[in-house]
């Protein structure tokens, strides 16, 4: 049965796809690579309300509180919530014991068209940053590391602590794959 997301209601509204897109577009233009920055913050400050519309949402089904899921049923409830907002899927697992992934062949903020040559999903990592840092109950930092809008098949974020999140990134920094980097996260 589909349902469907009183947006108003859960403090959030709705804007297409190809607006996000430009409005991205047009923050790298102006801004350059500030424009990375300026995105993950405002995705990190909309973080908390976003997770308390996942909470209405799952009570308004009687799922219980987010926090008490198993991973098997809260990673189908997460894909549910973040397809019904249009955002697309999400399959939740690990990475070598170290880091969360999050990955979705169908990203909304993702543009395949573009061929970029970095990851472009910034609204999402600072989103996920605060959300799944809410599950945690810890502050965790995201790494986007591919992207369907640099041709990949899907985007792929890593989802860990800061320090980790660093390591991984200075390591990938140095031409390192994340995959070796988060393998060597002690």
């Not at 690990?94 to 169908?106: I, K, P, Q, W, Y």
């Not at 985007?155 to 991984?168: K, T």
Request: glycine share 8%; net charge negative.
């Amino acid at each position: 049965m589909a349902h469907t997301i009183d947006l108003s209601a859960h403090g959030m509204v709705a804007l297409t796809r190809t607006t996000l897109i430009a409005l991205r577009a047009a923050l790298v233009r102006d801004a350059g690579p500030s424009a990375a920055a300026y995105l993950q913050e405002a995705g990190y400050a909309g973080g908390e309300a976003l997770f308390e519309s996942f909470r209405r949402w799952m009570d308004e089904r009687s799922l219980g509180a987010p926090e008490e899921q198993v991973l098997d049923d809260f990673q189908l409830y997460a894909t549910d919530f973040f397809r019904d907002l249009g955002w697309g899927s999400l399959e939740i697992a690990s990475l070598h014991d170290a880091v969360a992934t999050l990955d979705s062949a169908d990203w909304a903020e993702a543009d395949p068209g573009e061929a970029n040559d970095h990851p472009t999903c910034h609204l999402t990592t600072g989103i996920f940053a605060d959300f799944f840092g809410r599950v945690a109950d810890s502050p965790l930092a995201v790494l986007e590391v591919e992207c369907r809008s640099m041709g990949h098949d899907r985007c792929r974020f890593l989802v860990g602590s800061a320090e980790v999140m660093q390591y991984v990134y200075d390591e990938m920094g140095k031409g390192v794959d994340y995959d070796v980097a988060v393998s060597g996260v002690e």
